[in-house]
């Protein structure tokens, strides 16, 4: 069973569409997190939601809409895309109190 | 302000010679340390971590990292490398309950 699940793993879409990448972890914990890697492997915190309220919002544009119905899920919804979104997109999960993350595979973005 | 640093961006080692992966970090209080490891086209992988205790720390797959207060360093070491050691290596930091701080990644090459 693969603890932290992305889908889709690869995404190419056109500027101005709208689209969304899902994640769910089946671990049981309580916080989960997205995360973005840019060209040159940054890695940039965008969101937490702890038991599914919003936690961290890094200054993400608005465009950037994260969804957490249970805390076993935490989806991320992008509108307008642009070229500058282009990356991989992590989904990772903790449990509180012990910050060891576990890493989805990542979600290859490309907006061409 | 808080930071993790890696100093390098790439670090090239012959197949079973020691490797060290550098970093160092700037937390208030007792830090919490972490090395994770991204393979090609991979989330990331969870290495080891210091919390407390002993200054050398093991982890998964041979790899071991020294904590030193004084130097402010959190070293990833291990003593002979593989070729499949081959990949991404973050040094880590939480900054608060529901935020890691990553360091910019070093890449290392082991030639076999």
């Known amino acids: 069973d693969t603890a932290v699940s992305q889908t889709p793993k690869y995404l190419v879409t056109q500027m101005g569409n709208d689209k969304s990448i899902k994640c769910e972890q089946n671990?049981?914990?309580?916080?989960m997190y997205w995360y973005k890697q840019d060209s040159k492997k940054f890695l940039k915190i965008m969101f937490s939601?702890?038991?599914?309220?919003?936690?961290i919002n890094e200054t993400v544009p608005n465009r950037f809409s994260p969804k957490s119905p249970d805390k076993a899920h935490l989806n991320l919804h992008i509108n307008s895309l642009e070229l500058g979104d282009s990356a991989v997109y992590f989904c990772?999960?903790?449990?509180?109190?012990?910050?060891?993350?576990?890493f989805g595979s990542g979600t290859r973005l490309t907006v061409v | 302000a808080q930071s993790v640093a890696q100093p390098e961006d790439q670090v090239n080692v012959a197949e079973g010679n020691p490797l060290t992966v550098k970093c160092t970090y700037s937390?208030?209080?007792?830090?919490?340390l972490f090395w994770y490891v991204q393979y090609p086209n991979r989330g990331l992988q969870f290495l080891l971590k210091y919390i407390t205790g002993d200054n050398l720390v093991k982890g998964s797959y041979g790899f071991e990292a020294e904590f030193n207060k004084s130097q402010t360093s959190f070293h990833l070491k291990k003593p002979s490398a593989l070729v499949s050691d081959s990949a991404l290596y973050f040094c880590a930091a939480p900054f608060g309950t529901y935020k890691y701080i990553f360091g910019t990644g070093t890449r290392l090459k082991v030639l076999a």
């Open positions: 937390v208030s209080g007792n830090p919490y």
């Open positions: 939601y702890n038991n599914k309220e919003l936690i």
């Open positions: 990772a999960s903790s449990q509180e109190g012990n910050y060891g993350y576990t």
């Open positions: 671990l049981g914990h309580d916080t």
